[in-house]
């Protein structure tokens, strides 16, 4: 079955960066874009960033510049890397796959930006 494992998220002060790594398995990963989506709190679920099969790169206008997405095919994993944090870039952090057979999201990973 399609499983989604986030990891990375930590408390970080502003300015300073996170790596985030959503680990895959289940499915053929180098055939699907995958994507990051946060949800900060009292706040609904947005998209962050989008990575095609083909490494073709889409990004949110509030990370655009700050945040990059990047996949290893060789290691079934997706990235998000992220620089000059923000207070309002603190919420739970998650990949997702949309397939055929719908969509899948891993359990979140927590990254607080705080002084």
């Known amino acids: 079955q399609v499983q989604l494992v986030e990891s990375g998220g930590n408390l970080v002060q502003p300015g300073g960066s996170l790596t985030l790594s959503c680990a895959a398995s289940?499915?053929?990963?180098?055939?699907?874009?995958m994507e990051w989506h946060r949800q900060a709190p009292g706040k609904q679920r947005e998209w962050v960033a989008s990575i095609s099969r083909g490494g073709i790169t889409n990004y949110a206008n509030s990370v655009k510049g700050r945040f990059t997405i990047s996949r290893d095919n060789a290691k079934n994993t997706v990235y998000l890397q992220m620089n000059s944090l923000k207070v309002e870039d603190t919420a739970v952090y998650y990949c997702k796959i949309s397939t055929g057979q719908g969509d899948y999201w891993g359990q979140g990973t927590q990254v607080t930006v705080s002084s």
């Open positions: 289940g499915f053929i990963f180098s055939l699907y874009t």
